[in-house]
């Protein structure tokens, strides 16, 4: 006898959808099987798609910020990655210039380890050009974190690193096993155009687009390219924006590259014109939203598998703290709420929109994440993996509001806008977390999960998608 046995249900395996059940035994998926089976707790899922618990490798979730902190603390973030059918969420250590990384990872963890409800790990994440930093490298991925996030931007905030460190860094990331994850912009030219306006008294939040056009990324991107392809590296890139972006890596992909990226749906569905409008201000993230040309461009590459998976970059603030930044568009807090509606949000767009299938849809939010960041025993329905499952109703359509949200922040990107096709019943490690809209997991209960990337998926490209 099984513990939990999901049954009835379409079940999204790698490569194959089927009409079959699921047994779990403990933590982990035991069966998969046409035949009836028996358990302690057997969920009828009956007009319901099974899927992998959605992994969310780009979250911000009690991070310091533009004088501020973002509105979701580790309980909050991961409780709204619950209701949203996420069962592991990957955030930041982002040190400050006098705090070693290692210490700096420490407290986050002990910031987070009693209040995470789902599974969790951190990017280490360099913001001084070190060697010591260079030092860690070795150390942090035999620690179960390969995966190093670089800022390229952020030259005011303090966050910056330049060419020849983030050089530095594929090098040696290289030679271990690691992977660099940049954010992509042009430090110089940002800069220089942030100045420019701040000049010519243009303060509002309807200059964020114009201080970081769409050139920014596609330039940073091409030259972090180059670094990559000298230093004998992988390369991925967060939160792709543009089409420009989008055009250097399918190139370097096609030519036998490890290129490797993340979007984002708030760069599937905005555009500028959000700046515009009277709540303009709480669309301000990096990079900005941008044209319809590049909303088309980048489902085309999930479409067609150039992009692998999909991140929200979560770092929602309210709406009180982002008009701290009312009287220059460069003060507002960069971020918005996006975990919980991940799923929601690609199942209505893109499943029920015919654009993709349910199996691209288990490789974009948990297959190809699992990979690319190395969650090993996550990400797909398999015996032995851990029996991390979203129970997901296709036909359940909702009104988003930030009432309904779990996050702490009083606004949502989504605000008014109905979706089709929500999660009823979130497993993690075969514990029911949330059920019928209903909060079952305990404080606390989540794991830190130690991460190892396959050496085989660092050089070669992914030509088409990884699973």
């Given amino acids: 006898m099984y513990d939990l046995v999901i049954a009835n249900g379409k079940v999204v ?93 420490q407290a986050r963890r002990e910031l987070a380890e009693p209040k995470v409800v789902v599974d969790y790990s951190f990017h280490p994440s360099f913001t001084t050009e070190t060697q010591q930093n260079l030092d860690y490298v070795q150390k942090l991925i035999e620690l179960g974190m390969p995966t190093f996030k670089l800022f390229l931007p952020y030259k005011r905030e303090g966050f910056h690193v330049g060419d020849g460190f983030l050089f530095k860094m594929l090098q040696e990331t290289h030679r271990h096993n690691g992977l660099v994850l940049i954010h992509a912009e042009n430090a110089d030219v940002v800069e220089q155009l942030m100045q420019e306006q701040e000049a010519r008294g243009k303060v509002s939040w309807m200059q964020h687009y114009d201080s970081r056009p769409n050139f920014v990324e596609g330039t940073s991107i091409a030259t972090s390219i180059e670094l990559a392809k000298a230093a004998g590296s992988a390369l991925y890139v967060v939160h792709l924006s543009t089409e420009e972006g989008l055009n250097h890596l399918r190139q370097a992909q096609h030519q036998g590259y490890p290129i490797m990226m993340e979007t984002c749906p708030q760069y599937l569905e905005f555009t500028k014109d959000v700046y515009a409008q009277e709540d303009g201000l709480n669309y301000i993230m990096t990079p900005p939203m941008r044209l319809k040309k590049d909303n088309e461009a980048l489902w085309s590459g999930i479409e067609r598998g150039d992009i692998p998976c999909m991140g929200t970059d979560h770092c929602p603030f309210s709406t009180e703290q982002k008009l701290l930044g009312r009287e220059l568009f460069s003060k507002v807090p960069n971020g918005g709420m996006g975990v919980e509606t991940l799923l929601p949000y690609m199942f209505s767009e893109g499943v029920n929109q015919g654009r993709i299938s349910l199996s691209r849809l288990a490789q974009l939010l948990s297959e190809n994440t699992a990979k690319i960041h190395g969650l090993q025993h996550k990400g797909s329905l398999e015996v032995g993996k851990d029996a ?79 699973a």
């Fill in 13 to 105: 395996t790698p490569g194959r959808v089927r009409n079959c059940s699921l047994g779990v035994r403990g933590e982990e998926i035991a069966i998969l099987s046409e035949d009836k089976l028996e358990g302690k707790r057997t969920i009828d899922a009956t007009g319901k798609v099974v899927l992998p618990g959605a992994i969310d490798p780009h979250v911000h979730l009690e991070l310091p910020f533009q004088g501020t902190i973002s509105a979701d603390d580790f309980y909050q973030g991961t409780v709204a990655a619950a209701f949203g059918g996420v069962t592991s969420v990957i955030d930041f250590a982002i040190h400050g210039k006098d705090v070693d990384i290692l210490d700096h990872i």
């Fill in 388 to 466: 991390d499952i979203v129970i997901v109703d296709p036909q359940l359509k909702r009104t988003v509001t930030a009432e309904a949200m779990h996050s702490n922040s009083d606004y949502s990107l989504y605000e008014g806008r109905e979706l089709t096709g929500w999660p009823v019943i979130t497993i993690s490690r075969g514990e029911v977390i949330v059920e019928e809209g209903e909060l079952k997991a305990e404080r606390g209960r989540g794991k830190f999960v130690e991460r190892t990337i396959s050496s085989e998926l660092l050089n070669a490209a992914p030509q088409g998608g990884l």
